[in-house]
Each structure stands twice: as C-alpha cells, then as structure tokens.
C-alpha cells in the first residue's frame, strides 16, 4: 500500500511539473499572455486616427520627442515640420528644418518627404511616394486634436533588413504638457516602440547660433566634422542652409 501512495504522488508531481511548464510557456515573464514572436522585418499593424481631417492637420508643428529604432542617443535638436497637401495628386509633403546636437555653430538643415494618400477612405495612412526608396514607408497619424498636439509614427520596410520604426510626438508651441505626452507616449509601446529611446527635442535657441565665437567656424569646417555628410531623421537626403544671423 506504501507503494502505491509513493507512486500516486509521484504521477501527481510529475503532473504539476509538466502543468506548470505549459502555463510557464504561455505566460511571459511580465505576466501578460504568450503570443508568437514578431517579424522584425515587417511593420506592425497599425491603425491611423478614425475621422482624420488632413485640413486641419496642416501647417507647422514642432518635434517635441522623438524616437527611431536605429538610434540610441538623440543626434537633432529644433526638429520642425511643416505639412502641406496637393489636393490634385493627393499627396502629402513634409517640409523640415533641424541641427544636430553636437554641431558648434548650430547649423541649420532642412530636407523633405512626400506620400500619398492610397485611399480616402484612411486619410491618416500615407505611404512613400517618392524614388527611388526600394521599400515600403508608412506613415500613420495616430491622434491628434489639430489645434495643439498630435502624434505620428512611421515603418519602413526593405528587403532583407530590419524593419525602421520611428514616432514624432508634435506640438504647435515650442513645449508641450507633460500630461499630454504621457498620454502620447502610453499609445507606443504596442508597436514595439522602446520609450527609453523616446528622447525629448530640445528647442531653444534655435534661430541663432549659441555664442558670437561660434559665428566664425566656417562651414567648411563643420562638413570636415561629418554634420554635412549625415542623414536626416527620415532617412533622406539633406542640405545645408546656414542660418541667417
């Protein structure tokens, strides 16, 4: 009879143990369920702002934070975008301006991109209308209220590479609340964005160079240093526009 208990209890133990392993396998780590690992190389499932009035979505916004999935350190400070449409071809085209953060004479760069809208039924989704980028480039407005705020994401896709995942958080003032972009910031992390990689953009003293020594540094001098050589945020070609002093 002993014998039989001691087997009895080992089956059962053996049947905790092999219990415990799959619940082990469907519960992650952080408590939330099991689910297939992502492909990296493709871009989330992602859904644009219902309703999206592109209209109201036009004009000028400042970068206020700014994540990309190849970066770990913020190279930008005084990020702008101004956003226009074609209503002829349905395209949307956003003009920059930017500097890099460790340029001393706080250079001034602009550059631009342009999507179309593939369907009016989804005004918040465009996609890369211009060549000659080998890939697929969405862009997705995933909220805003037009007047003050609004978030932006994009992914890039191309063969054989990982996928590039960058977000704007924008503002129509220079700062922006910081209960505002918590609520912006809470959207992301379903797209696998990295908020310890979400870095605020500086942007103060952006119209003028930092001191009157720093005036003199000839252009030459910083294209020698690598800031005319670099890209820009959206992986595009830049030019240099000095700034007007």
Known sequence: MAKMHLRTRRRLGFCW???????????????????????????????????????????????????????????????????????????VTMNFTYSFTDDPINELLVGNITWKIPSSDLPAHWVHAEFPYEGIYNTYVLDSDYKSWALLMHCAEKSKSPRYLSSFIMSREASLGANVISYLREKLPRYDIDLEYMFPMDQTQCNKTDSSEDMFIPASISAKRGYANRRHPLKRKHRRQLQKI
């Open 17 to 91: 143990v092999t219990i415990a392993l799959l619940v082990g396998l469907l519960v992650d780590a952080s408590g939330g369920v099991w689910k297939r690992r992502e492909d990296k190389t493709k871009c989330p499932k992602v859904k644009g702002i219902r309703n999206f009035d592109i209209s109201e979505f036009l004009g000028l916004w400042y970068i206020v934070q700014y994540y990309a999935s190849s970066e770990e350190a913020l190279a930008y400070r005084c990020m702008r975008a101004e956003l226009s449409v074609s209503p002829e071809n349905a395209e």
